[in-house]
């Protein structure tokens, strides 16, 4: 990004930026490579804590999860 003028912020933490103002909580993306993108910039603009970057597999996993335990219940 150092090559294009006038861009002092990488795409991703200005999402990242956005969507911490809009009061979003978890940050779902559904490419790998987002995942890692994502959450580089959740740290790189010290919004850890605040703003959780998920993959769309990982709320699946913890839908079923939780049928699991109210079925064994």
Do not use: H
């Amino acid at each position: 990004m150092e090559d294009v003028p006038g861009i002092k912020e990488r795409p991703a933490e200005n999402r990242i930026r956005e969507a911490a103002a809009l009061g979003v909580g978890t940050f779902v993306v559904a490419c790998p490579k987002d995942l890692a993108m994502f959450r580089d910039a959740v740290k790189t603009t010290g919004l850890e804590g605040k703003i959780a970057v998920k993959d769309v597999a990982e709320l699946v996993w913890e839908a079923l999860d939780g049928e699991r335990k109210e079925e064994a219940a």
